[in-house]
């Protein structure tokens, strides 16, 4: 059974930093896309940030310049790097892969428990 166990969330002033980590395991064949998303109160889930196998990456246009996803594959682990935080970058993160269990050979989404992350001073 795959499983996602994501790191890092907290409280953090405006203009701060903080750096999440999702660890991927249980029967992994491969991984391809890894993506993060965020919930806000209120809001629907958005996509953040998501790196493919190869290591091209996309972003929202609202953390463009702030933000930087990064995978190791040795690790199965995927990052986010968040730099000059907002109090609207408030949210649960989730982490989110495409991958491909050892069991199956068929491409499974999988989904992390989330993690708050808070901006305020």
């Known amino acids: 059974q795959v499983q996602l166990v994501e790191s890092g969330g907290g409280l953090v002033q405006p203009g701060g930093s903080l750096r999440l980590s999702c660890a991927a395991s249980?029967?992994?064949?491969?991984?391809?896309?890894m993506d993060w998303y965020r919930q806000a109160p209120g809001k629907q889930r958005e996509l953040v940030a998501q790196?493919?196998?190869?290591?091209?990456?996309n972003y929202a246009d609202s953390v463009k310049g702030r933000f930087t996803v990064s995978r190791d594959n040795a690790k199965n682990t995927v990052y986010l790097q968040m730099n000059s935080l907002k109090p609207e970058d408030t949210a649960v993160y989730y982490c989110h892969i495409h991958t491909i269990p050892i069991a199956t050979r068929r491409e499974l989404e999988v989904w992390g428990q989330g993690t708050l992350v808070t901006v305020s001073s």
């Open positions: 249980g029967g992994i064949f491969s991984i391809n896309d």
């Open positions: 790196v493919s196998t190869s290591g091209n990456t």
